[in-house]
């Protein structure tokens, strides 16, 4: 079992991942790949944030991650306004270990950008264990629980 930062996880996997495209090891891209959707599983949602989040790997490095999703506004009178699409872009920073830019069009509903910055920013910071079934070749990600055998196979994990 390994302890590891969301946000440095999911850069390290994405730059694996186009390590691997460069090198033709599809096995390994899609290895990365699964990890990366597990990895997305443990961000944000719910409380007006959209359960379809998606980190656009087209775009993403080791260096800079969007992340795309949409806010469900309340208006004043406390009905659903609209959606608001948006996306998060993960920088590095030399004091913060990384920077945050929300973008979309917030209009009147500024406020949203500084709690999804704020909800986005400790997720992304937060811890996970990692652990490893050699016999399914699967990596399981785990914020609290402590994983003993493996969900599928009952294997001890690593
Ligand atoms: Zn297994």
């Not at 495209?21 to 290895?31: A, E, F, L, S, T």
């Not at 944000?44 to 991650?65: A, F, H, M, Q, R």
């Not at 945050?100 to 996970?128: C, H, N, P």
Request: aromatic share 10%.
């Amino acid at each position: 079992m390994r302890e590891l930062t969301i946000y440095r996880e999911l850069a390290n996997r994405i730059q694996a991942r186009l390590n691997c495209i460069n090198k033709g090891d599809h096995y390994w891209v899609r290895q990365h790949e699964e990890c990366i959707e597990s990895l997305k599983d443990l961000l944000p949602s719910g409380s007006g944030i959209d359960s379809e989040i998606s980190i656009d790997l087209s775009n993403s490095t080791g260096e800079k991650i969007i992340i795309d999703s949409s806010f469900h506004a309340m208006n004043d009178g406390g009905y659903y306004d609209r959606w608001i699409d948006f996306s998060v872009t993960i920088t590095p920073s030399l004091m913060r270990g990384i920077s945050l830019k929300i973008s979309g069009r917030f209009g009147k509903y500024q406020e949203i950008r500084e709690y999804l910055f704020d909800i986005f920013d400790g997720s992304l910071r937060e811890t996970v264990k990692e652990y490893y079934c050699r016999n399914c070749e699967v990596v399981y990600y785990r914020k609290r629980e402590e994983l003993h055998s493996c969900p599928v196979c009952g294997n001890k994990l690593q």
